[in-house]
């Protein structure tokens, strides 16, 4: 069954600690995105990565680092250097040149307290 | 800059009413337009997508769009809809090799 695993689902961070989102896909996909989903305005990407050990800024990347070791896999650190960082977070993935669209996660909600 | 702009927020219809979201898109070059649905609490749904060829294009659940290059615009619509449709709806851009951009989205709301 293929697809996008995103974890947690939902998780919880005080100020000040850095916090590591899981994106996994057994697509085959070359590409993987990160981006930040705020009521009114829509997805911002974050991050994305084309290939393995390759990864680019998007709009928003202030305060967020990812990392590609392996294909299947894309995490996204949120530092406590991230002013706002409570947010829902979608990982998707396309396959190659953007022609097809992309697929997305079920997202993780990330709150800090 | 690239750029989506979708115009409505926040749609009221009554079952059976039709649709229209507006969407917008600055673009250089080549453009590809996708609508996008999340309905609460599911993933984000590719509802259509136009790449070339006709302008007029039909996705899934009676949705279509058309693009017209002159406006640069990619109007979702469906001629009656259903309590089922709804959901937040997106549209976003890309170039062939570039990152898929998103609007603000419109959230439609539909009486029974």
């Known amino acids: 069954d293929g697809g996008i695993t995103q974890s947690p689902k939902y998780l919880f961070r005080k100020e000040g600690q850095n916090v590591t989102l899981s994106c996994e896909q057994n697509l085959n996909h070359d590409a993987m995105y990160w981006y930040r989903q705020d009521p009114g305005q829509g997805l911002r990407l974050i991050y994305y990565?084309?290939?393995?050990?390759?990864?680019q800024k998007g709009d928003i990347a202030e305060g967020y680092s990812v990392s590609r070791e392996k294909k299947e896999s894309f995490p996204l650190t949120v530092t406590s250097a991230q002013k706002n960082p409570t947010a829902f977070y979608l990982c998707?993935?396309?396959?190659?040149?953007?022609?097809?669209?992309?697929?997305f996660g079920s997202g993780t909600r990330l709150t800090v307290v | 800059a690239q750029s989506v702009s979708q115009h409505n927020h926040h749609v009221i219809l009554s079952e059976a009413a039709s649709l229209e979201l507006g969407c917008n898109y600055s673009y250089g070059g080549t453009v590809n337009l996708f609508w996008y649905v999340q309905y609460p609490g599911q993933h984000l749904q590719l509802l259509l997508k136009y790449f070339s060829g006709d302008p007029l294009v039909k996705g899934i659940k009676g949705f279509e769009a058309e693009f017209i290059k002159s406006k640069f615009s990619f109007n979702l619509r469906k001629p009656s809809v259903q309590w089922s449709d709804t959901a937040e709806y997106f549209c976003a851009a890309s170039s062939n090799t570039g990152k898929l951009i998103f609007g603000q989205g419109t959230t439609l709301q539909v009486k029974p």
């Open positions: 998707a993935t396309s396959l190659g040149a953007n022609v097809y669209g992309y697929t």
């Open positions: 990565s084309q290939i393995v050990n390759d990864f």
